[in-house]
């Protein structure tokens, strides 16, 4: 009875997992699609009005869920206004808006692959403000990330770096995958008492209101944009999709399999979105995006490992 319970047990857990990963993979595979969407519009739309939509879109979609806690939460939001407004800054208005920016000028594997730089940023940061000991594994890890950012910011030739002939699109991704970084980091400091729905809308709903007086601006100095099925299609699906979905499959996977687990689900980014620029961008993919992604995921995970002694 014991044994067929232990499996019966066993095999829910192991259910569970399966559900847990999935989900993580999920959410990666709708964020790719971010990429691929500030790529494909880079001709027809303005960043900051991308943004600014995709975020109206977002928080119109995400209201209904987040109204309860609203409510319950109002008093705790007030009091933590100012953390909530750095982070939304951060988080919001500026880290997609930059992700839009840089889809004008680099190709959507490299703002993939750039992107999953961020931890090694956290691990900087945190040696900075909270004096976190940086091992020789993260040391090791950090100097892979390096050399793989310059082997791609360069297209192989870090001769480039004295004479900045490389994308600028990189460099915005690079100064995005900073900026998210800081984000990270203050998440930390998240009032305990404060429930993810109420966070997470508040920020989108803060981050937008910041966001709209340099959408006026650009309004005021922007051509009107050609409105069309595919602008439409798009703006949606990064509200509803990159931005709700995509956070609540996260979250899912999160509490089934742990952060760690998850976000190494994370950095498999990069093959989906070169696999969708492949296909819907017909971008060519090269050598040196492997080697690339090789150095900076290897770095990364080295820089996360921890012996078992340690753990």
């Not at 409510?71 to 100012?82: D, T």
């Not at 690079?174 to 930390?188: E, N, P, R, T, W």
């Not at 509803?240 to 950095?267: D, E, Q, R």
């Not at 961008?281 to 080295?302: C, K, T, V």
């Amino acid at each position: 009875m014991q044994k067929e319970t232990r499996k019966r047990t066993t095999k829910l857990q192991n259910r569970q997992l399966f559900l847990g990963y999935l989900f993580a993979l999920g959410a990666t595979a709708i964020w790719s699609g971010n990429f691929i969407i500030a790529r494909s519009l880079h001709e027809s739309i303005s960043p900051i009005t991308l943004a600014f939509w995709r975020w109206i879109v977002a928080v119109s979609v995400f209201l209904p869920f987040a109204l309860k806690p609203l409510m319950s939460e109002w008093s705790i939001l007030r009091e933590n206004l100012s953390y909530l407004s750095i982070v939304s800054v951060l988080g919001i208005t500026i880290f997609n808006t930059l992700i839009y920016f840089a889809g004008h000028t680099t190709s959507a594997l490299n703002l993939s692959l750039i992107s999953i730089t961020f931890p090694v940023f956290i691990m900087v940061l945190a040696r900075f403000f909270f004096h976190e000991a940086i091992t020789a594994s993260k040391g090791i890890g950090i100097v892979l990330v390096i050399i793989g950012i310059v082997l791609l910011v360069t297209k192989g030739a870090p001769s480039k770096l004295f004479d900045l002939s490389f994308a600028l699109g990189d460099l915005w991704m690079l100064l995005a995958a900073f900026i998210f970084a800081v984000y990270s980091i203050l998440l930390k400091r998240k009032p305990k008492n404060l429930s993810i729905w109420a966070f997470q809308f508040s920020t989108f709903a803060l981050g937008l209101i910041f966001l709209f007086p340099f959408y006026l601006l650009e309004c005021a100095t922007v051509p009107p944009i050609e409105v069309d099925t595919k602008t439409i299609g798009s703006i949606l699906y990064l509200g509803v999709f990159a931005s709700l979905s995509a956070f609540v499959l996260w979250n899912k996977a999160i509490m089934i399999v742990g952060p760690s687990k998850a976000g190494m689900i994370y950095y498999t980014l990069p093959l989906f979105s070169g696999l969708l620029a492949y296909l819907f961008l017909h971008e060519a993919i090269f050598m040196l995006h492997f080697y690339s992604a090789l150095l900076i995921i290897s770095g990364i995970l080295i820089a996360n490992y921890r012996s078992r002694k340690v753990r």
